[in-house]
């Protein structure tokens, strides 16, 4: 059974940092993509992605918003994705989920199978 566990998730103020962890088990977790979406709470906007690698040659992909502040990891010893954001906003607040899949395309898109239950990140002015 696949299973996506996110952890991290706390209030936080402007300016601070933190770092989200996503446990991956039940699958070969080297061989797939990762990747960092996030949905902001009373938002019509469904999930929006954040950040992925891709599945070969660890190529990393943001967006826009949070590049230069957001870093993606992997540890595939330890099956672990890894989300370190610094320079928190509080348009930065929303609940973060990690995912994975064996297809590029399909994760960037926010249509992997394989989704965790999400962790809260909260940024006070």
């Known amino acids: 059974q696949v299973r996506l566990v996110e952890s991290g998730g706390r209030t936080v103020q402007t300016g601070d940092s933190l770092r989200l962890s996503c446990a991956v088990s039940?699958?070969?977790?080297?061989?797939?993509?990762v990747a960092w979406f996030r949905q902001t709470p009373g938002k019509e906007r469904g999930r929006e992605f954040v950040?992925?690698?891709?599945?070969?040659?660890?190529?990393?992909e943001y967006e826009d918003s949070i590049k230069g502040r957001f870093t993606i990891s992997r540890d595939n010893d330890k099956k672990t994705l890894y989300l370190q954001m610094n320079s928190l906003k509080p348009e930065d607040t929303a609940i973060y989920y990690c995912a994975v899949s064996l297809y590029d395309n399909e994760l960037r898109r926010g249509e992997s199978p394989y989704w965790g239950q999400g962790t809260p990140v909260t940024v006070s002015a």
């Open positions: 950040s992925m690698i891709r599945s070969v040659g660890d190529i990393t």
């Open positions: 039940g699958l070969t977790f080297r061989i797939y993509a």
